[in-house]
């Protein structure tokens, strides 16, 4: 893993020598190949230099001994590392503050916590503003925390690791790609520096039911575990297990992407037709270096046509002056997020998030101390929530790196972040986590089983704390089949379970959690129920009671979804109010954008969503006559940076005018701008890629400025339009120059867009 993680990502400490000319030969030659980054070469000389230099300076022990350790450490060799930095402890009272930190890093891989606690508190002392040294020295004194809920897992080694280094797994097409270091076939092996083994490329394994494992099937979907306070030995790799079917070889999964260089950590757009993924710094398939002379991590896209990877473009944001690496899509696809070294940052390699809207970048803004600490945050990954898991060595954990986990909301981890615990947590490095929205299933990667430059793919599975959710009439006590139950974790809207023919809606709960539970059912009044799982309960299935009262009320529901792919939108506060005594009721959606109120007989309402960068929508509800009747609602918003294409806006060759098939797309977007009078928006017109350059720019601006016209003509103020024309610049479908495609291929290029600039 450090050959791609640490390699450019991470940097070092500083290290000073004595001059040149004082230097012993074989001082000189360790501390040439510790400057080109050749730890294991270094590591050797040094070795060799302490063992046979019998006369040597005291201070070219003391640096061949710092320089050393650092080497054992970049090799994550942690037995030697603890072994040479308890030498200069022993040795010298002098020594940097980052001694203390790396020996007590290397203490707790070891798993000697009482240790390392103790190097953690004396690095605290020496470095007051660095919490690091705090938290550990308090995180240590226990570490049951760590362990609750250990006994609900099990792991499984998969047959796919090979004897080199595999990680970072990711979900593509009903199967994994992985990061792997695996030999090459081929007269020359290519090797790295650093560590003297392969070069890192993209491997693909077609079928992850091939690697499920004999064992429990969850039936409930969305099943979640709490487990007790049990111990990491309850939850051992299982390495027996065989695959349930015959299993293929991995292969590679792209020649086209894959060069001579390291090729690592990679995600995909939802519909798996786009990928980023992170890459050396190369130009026409040179390398490139920055002013320190390393080649760092650069992240770089490809679109997926007709079964090739294509156009290959390096993100904007990237620097040769720093790393960018580890990409992870929202599952929207909004968002990304990644990591990097870049100036600005709280620790070694901190989480970055960016906006992406149809192809287009926006700035990276640093997550914030939140999440990034003084040391190194990675590998994140979004689940199907939009919540983050990610690796730190910074966060208390049990060694190395740990996976963590935080909830978003607004971007922001509200509740801090949490270490998702043994065994999925070792005292070794544990990276490149990904699994489903419940935390049910999933894989990540771990050196836990050599120890040393050995990373395998794990899979996990995790068994179910159940919960009944019971509902009766409380008139008759009798069960509520068909009753819809709403969960709210921590004030958030989540699921939507129904009850069944015995009332009852199951679901799985995770410990620390406060939770609410909603239910209604035409005909009845709203009633909801707090649980909280803060305390353990030694009970295997539990379960909560709630009783609805029979009502006139009409029951108001729907879904908020964003106009852009009318997919669920979460994070919208919605409120219905009641507009004769002006009272009020709110929800924040969760991923399934649902929401669920009551509207009582005789007054008017309104229901407003409102959301950060988003046109707000209002809906009108009349005084009701009819008593207990449901109203079935969907909101739709319009956000900031949405491009909407105008499917019949054509032009006819080399013309410019609006045809009537246009004018009522047009008209479209009129109501649109009638609706939201303080919205802005850009006009962008295209044409397909005949004729020039030029003469296709300047035929897309008046095609622009045409439909911006019919606009202005029907009333819209032009200070809310921005005409541009981007002639044959975006291609959507491969007919370039050169390409032979039909007049309809053609036709699906000369289109207007209009993308949304501001809302208020």
Not at 390 to 415: M, N, P, Q, T, W
Request: with cysteine; aromatic share 10%; proline share 3%.
């Amino acid at each position: 893993m450090n050959r791609i993680v640490r390699v450019l990502l991470i940097a070092g400490m500083a290290f000073g020598s004595l001059t040149v000319q004082a230097q012993s030969a074989r001082l000189r030659a360790a501390n040439k190949q510790f400057d080109n980054l050749s730890y294991v070469s270094a590591v050797r000389a040094y070795e060799e230099f302490l063992r046979t230099d019998k006369k040597k300076d005291p201070a070219e022990t003391r640096e061949a001994l710092i320089k050393l350790g650092y080497s054992y450490r970049k090799l994550q060799d942690t037995r030697n590392a603890e072994r040479v930095y308890a030498d200069l402890v022993k040795q010298y009272t002098d020594l940097d503050s980052e001694v203390y930190l790396y020996y007590a890093q290397s203490l707790a891989a070891n798993g000697k916590y009482r240790e390392s606690q103790k190097m953690y508190s004396q690095y605290g002392e020496k470095q007051a503003q660095d919490l690091r040294g705090r938290r550990f020295t308090v995180s240590y004194m226990d570490l049951s925390r760590f362990y609750q809920d250990s006994s609900s897992y099990r792991l499984y080694d998969l047959p796919i690791n090979s004897r080199q280094a595999d990680f970072s797994p990711m979900y593509y097409k009903g199967g994994l790609v992985f990061v792997s270091a695996r030999d090459e076939s081929g007269a020359v092996k290519r090797v790295f520096n650093w560590n003297q083994t392969p070069f890192l490329d993209m491997y693909y394994h077609p079928d992850t039911n091939q690697l499920r494992v004999p064992g429990l099937e969850f039936k409930r979907a969305g099943a979640a575990a709490v487990g007790g306070g049990a111990q990491a030995k309850e939850a051992q790799v299982d390495e027996s297990a065989e695959p349930s079917q015959p299993l293929t070889k991995a292969e590679i999964f792209s020649r086209t992407l894959n060069t001579k260089y390291h090729e690592g950590p990679m995600t995909f757009t939802r519909d798996q037709n786009t990928i980023v993924f992170t890459r050396n710094n190369t130009s026409k398939g040179k390398a490139g270096k920055s002013s320190d002379g390393v080649r760092k991590l650069k992240l770089y896209s490809s679109v997926n046509k007709g079964g090739k990877w294509v156009d290959i473009k390096e993100l904007p944001f990237n620097s040769n002056e720093y790393s960018v690496g580890h990409p992870a899509f929202a599952p929207d696809d909004s968002k990304m997020y990644f990591v990097s070294d870049m100036p600005g940052g709280f620790g070694g390699t901190d989480l970055y998030v960016v906006e992406y809207n149809n192809g287009e970048w926006g700035t990276p803004v640093n997550l914030g101390k939140e999440i990034n600490t003084e040391g190194n945050e990675m590998f994140p990954y979004a689940d199907g929530n939009g919540n983050l898991y990610f690796s730190s060595d910074g966060h208390e954990g049990l060694g190395g790196l740990d996976v963590f986990y935080a909830e978003l909301k607004d971007g922001v981890a509200y509740k801090g972040v949490q270490n998702v615990g043994a065994p999925v947590n070792s005292e070794k490095d544990d990276f490149g986590f990904i699994t489903d929205k419940y935390r049910t299933t999933g894989y990540f990667s771990s050196n836990r089983k050599k120890g040393i430059s050995d990373d395998d793919i794990y899979a996990f599975r995790r068994t179910c704390k159940q919960l009944n959710i019971l509902v009766y009439d409380a008139k008759t006590g009798s069960p509520l089949e068909s009753a819809d139950v709403r969960i709210l974790r921590n004030g958030v809207n989540q699921d939507l379970r129904v009850t069944n023919v015995d009332g009852r809606a199951e679901m799985c709960v995770d410990a620390n959690t406060e939770y609410e539970f909603r239910a209604v059912k035409e005909g009845f009044a709203l009633n909801s129920v707090r649980f909280s799982t803060l305390t353990q309960s030694p009970k295997p299935v539990l379960s909560v009671s709630i009783y609805l009262e029979r009502t006139e009320n009409t029951l108001v529901r729907g879904v908020v979804k964003t106009e852009v792919n009318q997919q669920p939108a979460s994070g919208v506060k919605v409120t219905l109010r009641n507009e004769k005594d002006k009272s009020e009721q709110t929800v924040t959606t969760g991923p399934d954008g649902g929401y669920e109120f009551n509207m009582k007989p005789g007054a008017p309402y309104t229901l407003t969503a409102q959301k950060d960068r988003y046109a707000t929508k209002k809906t009108q509800y009349a005084k009701s006559k009819k008593k207990a009747k449901v109203v079935t609602d969907s909101l739709g918003l319009y956000g900031v940076g949405d491009v909407f294409q105008l499917k019949n806006i054509y032009y006819d060759l080399n013309k410019f005018f609006i045809r009537a098939d246009a004018a009522k797309e047009l008209d479209h977007v009129l109501a649109i701008l009638k609706e939201y009078p303080q919205m802005q928006i850009e006009l962008r017109s295209h044409t397909d890629a005949r004729a020039t350059d030029a003469y296709n720019l300047r035929l897309s601006e008046n095609r622009a400025r045409a439909a911006l016209d019919y606009l202005v003509s029907r009333g819209i103020d032009a200070k809310r339009l921005v005409a541009r024309g981007y002639g044959e610049s975006e291609i959507i479908n491969g007919c370039v120059d050169g390409v032979t495609c039909s007049e309809d291929e053609h036709q699906q290029n000369r289109r207007t867009e209009f993308k949304i600039l501001s809302v208020q």
